[in-house]
């Protein structure tokens, strides 16, 4: 089984509506991440948490908010999607033993198109 | 701000010809860690290797080899006799503190697209 797990893998949804892409890990990690790629731009960090009680906006923090409802499990959610949020949206989780030579782990990635 | 670039955009070459991704890095940190990270077309993202800001050799895995040079400030990536199922997304990223807690993110580049045709 795959260590980290994104759901769902496809969605396409419409303007204004909210939507909530989930994550999930096995690896036992503290650290979680959310990234968004889109092409030519390569990924940003959305948001980004060290623990359960641990919440940081990334650098395009803007309109997506999120959950971190246990250690295995973080959920980026789309207030009110609209159409330049369609893009791949990564999940990653890391050691927080390694601080920064940590590599980080993704979730296969969900595509999002927002109509 | 730290920034990672990957200047080319677009590689396009025919199989069994060698090939260099380069990646150049801006950082203030003494102690720092890059990487890279392959994505298939199938879309996952894989990791290919880490390097530490203190250890400058060169490192090679099969085809795969990295050059460093702190000097430059370049991690550059090359793949000898490149095959078709090379083709991919390529990404260099270097780790960057993160918030007042000790943490790290990565910051990458905006990754090179490699088409090896037959």
């Known amino acids: 089984d795959a260590d980290v797990t994104q759901t769902p893998r496809n969605r396409i949804t419409k303007t204004g509506k909210r939507i909530m892409l989930e994550c999930s890990q096995t690896?036992?990690?503290?650290?979680m991440y959310w990234y968004r790629q889109d092409p030519g731009l390569g990924l940003r960090l959305i948001y980004y948490s060290f623990d359960v009680k641990d919440i940081n906006k990334g650098e395009i923090s803007d309109g997506y908010s999120v959950s971190r409802q246990a250690q295995a499990k973080f959920s980026l959610s789309l207030e009110s999607a609209i159409p330049n949020q369609t893009a791949l949206y990564f999940c990653?989780?890391?050691?927080?033993?390694?601080?920064?030579?940590?590599?980080?782990?993704f979730g296969p990635g969900t595509r999002l198109t927002v109509l | 701000a730290q920034k990672v670039t990957q200047a080319q955009t677009e590689i396009s070459v025919v199989e069994k010809e060698d090939v260099t991704l380069d990646c150049v890095y801006e950082?203030?940190?003494?102690?720092?860690?890059l990487f890279w990270y392959k994505q298939p077309p199938s879309g996952e993202l894989v990791f290919l290797i880490r390097?530490?800001?203190?250890?400058?050799q060169n490192e090679i895995s099969g085809r795969y080899s990295w050059n460093f040079q702190k000097s430059t400030s370049s991690f550059n990536f090359t793949i000898t006799a490149s095959q078709v199922v090379d083709s991919a997304v390529y990404f260099c990223?270097?780790?960057?503190?993160?918030?007042?807690?000790?943490?790290?993110?990565?910051?990458f580049g905006k990754g090179t697209s490699l088409l090896v045709t037959p």
């Open positions: 990223a270097l780790s960057e503190a993160v918030g007042s807690n000790s943490g790290y993110a990565l910051n």
């Open positions: 990653a989780t890391s050691d927080l033993q390694l601080g920064p030579a940590g590599e980080q782990f």
């Open positions: 690896k036992g990690h503290d650290r």
């Open positions: 950082t203030r940190d003494t102690t720092y860690y």
């Open positions: 390097r530490n800001s203190f250890d400058e």
